[in-house]
Nanobody, 125 residues
Framework: QVHLMESGGGSVQTGGSLTLSCAASVSTYGIFYKAWFRQQAPGKEREGVAVITPYGASNYGDSVKGRFTISLDNSKNTVYLQMNSLKPEDTAMYYC??????????????????WGQGTQVTVSS
């Protein structure tokens, strides 16, 4: 069983930056794909933000390409999401997720078995 815990959310102004972290309870090195999804309101579909393979290849949702960067620190069992040039439309609950196998390079939430509890990001204009 893998437990995931996100941190780093908060409130920023348009154009600002935030870095989200997601720590896993066990080593996932070489095994799990890690991803970030976001949900703008309860009941809305979860949107894929970024995914990283166990060995560091990454892919991004179209709305965040060029602004967000996903990275891994395997020594800390942690995945990060560096978010720059934030916009009000980036406001959402951000979730990290993990899976042993996914349809690369797509971001399909149903393929992920493990989820964190979420961290809120609010961008004001």
């Amino acid at each position: 069983q893998v437990h995931l815990m996100e941190s780093g959310g908060g409130s920023v102004q348009t154009g600002g930056s935030l870095t989200l972290s997601c720590a896993a309870s066990v080593s996932t090195y070489g095994i799990f794909y890690k991803a970030w999804f976001r949900q703008q309101a309860p009941g809305k579909e979860r949107e894929g933000v970024a995914v990283i393979t166990p060995y560091g290849a990454s892919n991004y949702g179209d709305s965040v390409k060029g602004r967000f960067t996903i990275s891994l620190d395997n020594s800390k069992n942690t995945v990060y999401l560096q978010m720059n040039s934030l916009k009000p439309e980036d406001t959402a609950m951000y979730y990290c997720a993990a899976a042993r196998g996914v349809t690369w390079p797509r971001l399909i939430p149903e393929e992920y078995n493990y989820w964190g509890q979420g961290t809120q990001v609010t961008v004001s204009s």
